[in-house]
């Protein structure tokens, strides 16, 4: 079983649609969460970091972490074409190496 | 701020052929520095990381090996190239101290034939 696991989609929707993005883990230890959106071609790029359960807000982002139920969330508002990429989910102990989701592709049809 | 750099951001190569990536950061010190290969439509999979100069774990036997003969350097090699090594590559680096977020270079598409 794997640590983190992440539907790899393919997600498409419409410009406009909220989009939930998901990923369930089964290590207790998973103390700080990221999202990261990487382009065709390009290296992933932070999008979100949070530590605590509960909710982070950035612009039309919202990212969400319940670790009683180990699973975290990425929200999009307003979804836009230039948010088609995949987005990935990351993971971390106290320790300095991330534990990876495999990515869920989006694309968003204008 | 910081940056890192990865070059050359397309490389097609013989079998058997040698290799050599390189990745740089600039603006911080002593970064933990690391390699992945991402295979088409897949996951992150962690090839080497380093917390210091010489200083090199690998995470899977393979064909590869990593050096760091500067802070802020990183070289992905190979004595032979396979058909297998073709992939996407990609440097990345964070702070150490635990929980630190990583940030990424914009990888290298290495195609072997």
Redesign the interface.
Known sequence: QKEVEQD?GPLSVPEGAIVSLNCTYSNSAF??F?W?RQYS??????LM?T?SSGNKEDGRFTAQVDKSSKYISLFIRDSQPSDSATY?C?M???????T????T?LTVNP | SQTIH?WPATLVQPVGSPLSLECTVEGTSNP?L?WYRQAA????Q?LF?S?GIGQISSEVPQNLSASRPQDRQFILSSKKLLLSDSG?Y?C?W?M????????????T?LSIL
């Not at chain 1, 071609?41 to 932070?46: C, M, T, Y």
């Not at chain 1, 971390?92 to 991330?98: E, I, P």
């Not at chain 1, 990876?100 to 990515?103: A, K, P």
């Not at chain 2, 150490?96 to 990888?107: A, E, K, N, R």
């Open positions: 790899p103390q700080y990221m990261y071609r390009k290296g992933p790029e932070l970091y530590y990935l990351a971390v102990t106290s320790g300095s190496r991330l990876f989701g495999e990515g592709q | 990865q933990n690391y439509g897949r996951g992150l962690l990381y917390v996407f990609l990345a964070n150490g101290g635990g929980g630190q977020p990583q940030h990424f270079g914009d990888g598409r």
